[in-house]
């Protein structure tokens, strides 16, 4: 569900509500965490900052809190910079994975806490929480403790507290994290939603590469201190820009080659088994590069009737089929590969295909990407 269409080249630094400038941050004063990271964000945005442990999303959101101090490079909120603002002087909502609510406080107590911090009126308190109850379904649960709620109910309650002072910008930190799979979806649709019926912007942190496509608007993913790519989610996975990023969102297939040849967008690659097949040269620039190809599961043709007279069509032995329901996911060996997936929908007319079958595979040359050989 990507309810926005926010791109790259329609925020420019006028229209950034969330900038970091050149931001970096070490810990140690040598080894740099998060390096040199620029990123713009316009108001109403829901970004999602993705990535492996270790790999700087978590610590980017605490700067942008206010729990850890930039290094190097300005952070910016509405264009005022906010280095040394403290975090309770800033106006943000957190939402943590652990809740973090007041066990001796009941729910309203919890929720009215942060606007008795800000002074206001025990009058405009109550209707406030009220407000913030019902927007997350608890109107009904302000009496008890949080010790008395579900997972989900504290997880719920966490959110209204966050959202109870009207806050511009909501940071949430692997909020779902500890919730079973299915609440874990129900709150995502109903996060999504809440945060765009009520126009704030929101950076959410997480590893889950699901919960990220599902949620966001654009997603920055991370590796090693550094955006790998900042895209909306369709863009992140029918078109990575290199090797991590395609093996991160999604299972994918990748053969090792060798450029051979390159006419405009469309390149030869020479297999390590001596097949040739087509791709789009994305990070390759020679003959001769090195390149990983990738090709999405659900991609792979099994029908030659389906493919255009131009795709090549590769010999493959089925090693596995699995039947999950609404698809049908079979391993394939091609190309020396013995971890090659397809994924094909279950229809009456879909084959079933039976491990030491010999088949003939193929895909359009524009749906298979030459990138970085790393």
């Known amino acids: 569900m990507t309810t926005g269409s926010f791109g790259l080249a329609q925020i420019g ?19 740099l965490v998060v390096k040199d990271l620029n990123l713009s964000m316009p108001k109403g945005e829901f970004l999602t900052m993705l990535g492996p442990s270790g790999s700087g999303k978590t610590t980017c959101l605490m700067m942008l809190a206010g729990f850890e101090t930039a290094t190097h490079g300005q952070i910016k909120l509405d264009g005022k910079n906010i280095n ?15 809740y973090a609510l007041f066990p001796h406080m009941s729910v309203a107590e919890n929720l009215s806490f942060p606007l008795e911090v800000r002074k206001i009126g025990k009058s405009e308190r109550e209707q406030k929480v009220k407000r913030a109850l019902d927007m997350v379904q608890m109107g009904a649960f302000g009496g008890r403790r949080p010790a008395q709620l579900s997972g989900g109910q504290q997880q719920r309650i ?17 909020p779902l994290g500890a919730l ?41 993913v991370f590796e090693n201190g550094r955006i790998q790519q900042l895209a909306t989610p ?5 078109r990575p820009v290199n090797s991590f990023v395609a093996q991160f969102i999604g299972e994918n297939n990748t053969m ?27 990070n390759v620039s020679a003959v001769g590069d090195r390149t990983k190809v990738s090709i999405r599961p659900e991609r792979v043709e099994i029908d030659k009737g389906r493919l255009s007279p131009d795709a090549h069509t590769l010999k493959a032995e089925v090693l596995e089929f699995i039947y999950m329901g609404d698809i049908f996911r079979t391993r394939l060996r091609v190309a020396g590969n013995d971890n090659f997936v397809i994924k094909t929908r279950n229809a009456p007319d879909q084959v079933r295909l039976t491990p030491g079958t010999q088949i003939d595979i193929g895909w359009l040359p524009e749906d298979c990407r030459a990138l970085d050989a790393n």
């Open 13 to 31: 630094a006028d229209s950034a509500f969330v900038e970091f400038e050149r931001v970096q941050k070490s810990y140690d004063g040598e080894t």
């Open 158 to 174: 966490a959110l209204a507290r966050a959202l109870v002072f009207e806050p511009e910008l909501v940071l949430m930190d692997e």
């Open 256 to 282: 090792d080659g060798v450029v051979t040849a390159i006419r405009g967008d469309i390149c030869t690659v020479k297999l390590a088994n001596g097949d040739m097949i087509d791709a789009k040269p994305v």
């Open 234 to 238: 369709d863009e992140l996975y029918e």
């Open 180 to 220: 079973d799979k299915q609440l874990r979806e129900t709150l995502q649709f109903e996060i999504t939603k809440l945060a765009h019926d009520l126009g704030i912007t929101v950076v959410y942190v997480t590893h889950d590469q699901t919960e990220a496509l599902t949620m966001s608007d654009r997603v920055a």
């Open 84 to 98: 040394n603002i403290p975090p309770h002087k800033r106006g943000i909502g957190m939402v943590f994975q652990n």
